[in-house]
């Protein structure tokens, strides 16, 4: 009897122990601990902030018992001098009935200028209900701080913890500022967010109650049906996923649809307006041909050869013009709005060889003073409009003049894209829009809602600002997939494509997967303001890419492709890179062989910086002539 009682009781302790052992808890879900995100229990991983990529700072995960810590690391050729660093997280709290909560770090620091953590409850609509900020006092040793937070009608906390070290050289001891994190808890009430079970979001219709159109792109009356397209002004197309080759295609049939229809005659994409003028000058032109050496390489072709048929079939006044919104971000002396536009001027004068546009080509190549250029352009209008094209000048002049305005710090013109891609696109609609024609913006859903880019750069996005000028002018549709392919950055900075990871069950992906047509949209009402998970994948890969989202807020309707099994060749870069990893864990790489696979993943940029070269040493040759 004793015997079976002992089993009892261990059997009932196992069960126990495997139920807590089992039970998610918010800390692990979202790495409150901020330990190694390895783990699979880690779902959400902190995001760092781009912004401050480049600064020399590595944030280190905490691992057994050493502490995670954001602290100042320079290898050498890293351009600034002074640590600086933001890592932020978003959390889907717990159903509750609190009015307040409280958030507590416990942390110590070296060498720190200032630090802060800043604490934000936001409602189902992805609206800022309440922030506030903690300030870090600088201590060597351990120090708690908490903050009352109001969590009425709050659905989600974003955190900030930003950190800034002293100037190099400001004291006399070595140089190595450090914020460590010991702890990081959230209290719900006076229960810690833990003792909460972890929210999870689940689709609030049925599929036989929630209308869905099923999508053919070849079939007009289908796409008549979507009601979101008609009577704007400007439509933003916002993809889920970058480079998925059906995605591209579908969204290039609806563009065409609107074109064909003759009611949009102005495309705009999420492309530096520098290299865009490559592509617009191509659907213009019979003969343009040579001049574009880069076209079969970009996922637009398609879409650029529709174009230009349907282009070459009229007048020089009805047709459509296509321009980039982006800019060319980067500023160095292989990456820059210049030295692209000297791609186009100098591939533009290849044939016709114009003195005028050699110099200016020349000046483009040199860079060194932005404003001689701008001197150039402003003195040689007439002749450069001529030769070019009033559009070509009006975009080069606009670009330059803006991208030598926002400097050559590499981090704050990637923070601005946003609204540098709102300066674009009013530039372009203002100066190239008929005033009773439609057009169309194709980018990534990030930039194209109204609310907000999480989880990319926190800034406003691109859609905030067409909606505050435009309003209800302005609409985007979300572009989503099931199952397929996309491709992004991988780990070693190479453009790699890979497999989309399955859509979690409630997702709204997951809910039209149980439809089946392979494409259909889903006009969105008032019964979607609330906070629904959705796919949102950048330009990197990362372990995460579903998201809550309130869609009604963000979108006017939802584009649903189910499976899509096309893929655009980059397995053979995969494949490049894991024979790269192979040599660089054997005991002697033969370097010949490293070189060689470097140049095949590598070879596209190379060949460019090659044929600069010679059309640089053709310019200066044929200029020579003329003195």
Avoid at 282 to 309: M, N, V, W
Wanted: charged residues 25%; hydrophobic residues 35%; contains cysteine.
């Amino acid at each position: 009897m004793k015997r079976y009682f002992g089993l009892l009781i261990l059997f009932i302790f196992l069960c126990i122990h495997c139920s807590s052992h089992n039970k998610e808890t918010y800390t692990e879900i979202y790495n409150l601990n901020l330990r190694n995100p390895t783990d699979s229990s880690t779902l959400y991983q902190w995001r760092i902030n781009p912004r401050y990529y480049a600064n020399p700072y590595t944030f280190f995960w905490g691992v057994e018992n050493t502490p995670p810590s954001i602290q100042y690391y320079s290898t050498g050729y890293s351009p600034a001098d002074q640590l600086q660093s933001e890592i932020a997280q978003r959390i889907l709290l717990p159903l509750h009935n609190e009015k307040d909560g409280m958030v507590k770090l416990s942390y110590k620091s070296k060498n720190i200028e200032s630090a802060y953590m800043v604490m934000a409850g936001i409602d189902k609509q992805e609206q800022i209900l309440y922030s506030d900020t903690l300030h870090l006092i600088p201590d060597t040793n351990i120090v708690s701080l908490s903050r009352k937070i109001h969590l009425q009608q709050a659905e989600l906390m974003d955190l900030k913890i930003f950190v800034r070290g002293e100037e190099k050289g400001k004291n006399a001891t070595p140089y190595y500022p450090k914020l460590e994190v010991s702890s990081l808890d959230i209290f719900i009430g006076k229960k810690h967010i833990d003792q909460y079970p972890v929210r999870k979001l689940s689709f609030p219709f049925s599929a036989g109650k929630t209308l869905t159109i099923p999508i053919n792109g070849n079939d007009r009356n289908s796409i008549d049906r979507i009601e979101a397209l008609k009577s704007k002004k400007i439509v933003g197309f916002g993809e889920s996923v970058h480079h998925n080759m059906c995605v591209i295609e579908m969204i290039s049939q609806l563009i065409m649809h609107r074109v064909r229809e003759g009611e949009c005659r102005l495309v705009i994409l999420e492309q530096p307006m520098e290299k865009v003028l490559h592509y617009n000058y191509y659907i213009q032109h019979k003969d343009a041909g040579a001049t574009l050496d880069d076209l079969h390489s970009s996922p637009f072709t398609g879409l650029l050869e529709q174009l230009r048929e349907y282009n070459l079939t009229k007048e020089p006044e009805d047709r459509v013009l296509l321009f980039g919104m982006d800019y060319v971000y980067r500023s160095n002396a292989a990456e820059n709005s210049a030295i692209t536009i000297f791609d186009y001027i100098s591939n533009r004068n290849k044939k016709s060889k114009i003195k005028l546009l050699d110099e200016f080509a020349l000046l483009l190549a040199d860079y060194t003073e932005p404003a001689v250029i701008l001197s150039y352009l402003k003195k040689n209008r007439e002749l450069l409009e001529e030769h070019l094209s009033r559009e070509d000048y009006k975009c080069i002049s606009h670009i330059l003049n803006l991208s030598c305005g926002l400097g050559e710090n590499n981090n704050e013109r990637n923070y601005m894209r946003d609204s540098v891609m709102y300066l674009n696109t009013r530039f372009i609609m203002d100066n190239f829009c008929p005033a009773d024609k439609q057009a169309i913006i194709y980018g990534h859903t990030c930039h194209l809602n109204p609310v907000s880019t999480y989880p990319s750069i926190p800034c406003q996005p691109l859609g905030y600002y067409l909606r505050k000028w435009y309003k209800e002018d302005y609409s985007s549709l979300l572009f989503t997939i099931g199952k397929g392919f996309a491709e992004a950055t991988g780990i070693t900075g190479v453009l790699e494509e890979k497999g989309l990871m399955s859509p979690p069950e409630g997702s709204m992906e997951s809910f039209l997967n149980s439809y089946t047509e392979n494409v259909v949209y889903l006009p969105l009402n008032k019964n979607f303001n609330i906070l629904m998970l959705s796919r949102n994948k950048g330009n990197r890969h990362v372990p995460q890419e579903f998201f809550p989202y309130n869609f009604y807020q963000r979108h006017a309707g939802v584009v649903f492709i189910k499976e899509c099994t096309e893929k655009s060749g980059k397995e053979d870069v995969i494949r490049l890179k894991n024979k790269i990893d192979s040599l660089v864990q054997s005991q002697d790489p033969d370097p010949k062989e490293m070189d060689r696979l470097f140049n095949k993943i590598y070879g596209e940029a190379n060949n460019r910086v090659k044929e600069r070269e010679e059309l640089l040493h053709e310019i200066k040759k044929r200029l020579n002539k003329y003195q």
